[in-house]
Antibody, heavy 120, light 111 residues
């Protein structure tokens, strides 16, 4: 069974870059039928899709992020990562790494989530 | 970014039927399938319904989904205390080069 695990700093300073990594086990990261991405949830708020990328490099991002987000895959390490630049307090959230099925059109696997706070 | 609109809250007594609506547009619900997720705050959401009305294995048949035009609904029949949590609809949106959108979320309370 696929397992996703987030890792990275829990505290980021305002205006700096938030960096998170998701480690994949129990399944292949090179399957072209899936996309690998991130979803976040601010404290007391709703779910917000950040973006995802396929192994072949097809990527999509939330337009509301105004180009601040980048997701890359490192298949040799069986990991994918998120970089979110110029963070503000509004980026404080619980961040989930996810797998999206490009055939079934839903998120079929989730990490447990990691809380990242942006400090001033 | 487009957004799908849900009522902030819904409630019912044990055994009742509760329906949660999800309103979108022609670029999302109107042209793509809808999924529903159940989330206990602070934990990873669980897929309840996919492709508008299909249940993954293990999801009780008390949960059902439907779609008409640019709106979708999740129905919970035989409401149980463990159903008290948050629910989100979601769909792909074809506008702005394509992006995924979630609903605003509905908190279900079992009275």
């Amino acid at each position: 069974q696929l397992h996703l695990q987030e890792s990275g700093p829990r505290l980021v300073k305002s205006s700096e870059t938030l960096s998170l990594t998701c480690s994949v086990s129990g399944g292949s990261i090179t399957n072209s039928n899936y996309y690998w991405g991130w979803i976040r949830q601010p404290p007391g708020g709703g779910l917000q899709w950040i973006g995802f990328i396929s192994y072949t490099g097809i990527n999509y991002y939330n337009p509301s992020l105004m180009g601040r987000g980048t997701i890359i895959i490192d298949s040799s390490k069986r990991q994918f990562s998120l970089k979110l630049s110029s963070v503000t307090a509004a980026d404080t959230a619980l961040y989930f790494c996810v797998r999206y099925s490009g055939e079934a059109y839903y998120f079929d696997s989730w990490g447990q989530g990691t809380l990242v706070a942006v400090s001033s | 970014q487009s957004v799908l609109t849900q009522p902030p809250s819904a409630s019912g007594t044990p055994g009742q039927r509760v329906i949660i609506s999800c309103s979108g547009s022609s670029s999302n619900i109107g042209s793509n399938t809808v999924n529903w997720y159940q989330e206990v705050p602070g934990t990873a959401p669980k897929l309840l319904i996919y492709s508008d009305n299909r249940r993954p294995s293990g999801v009780p048949d008390r949960f059902s989904g439907s779609k008409s035009g640019t709106s979708a609904s999740l129905a919970i029949s035989g409401l149980q205390s463990e159903d008290e949590t948050d629910y989100y609809c979601a769909a792909w949106d074809d506008s702005l080069n394509g992006h995924y959108v979630f609903g605003t979320g509905t908190k279900v309370t079992v009275l």
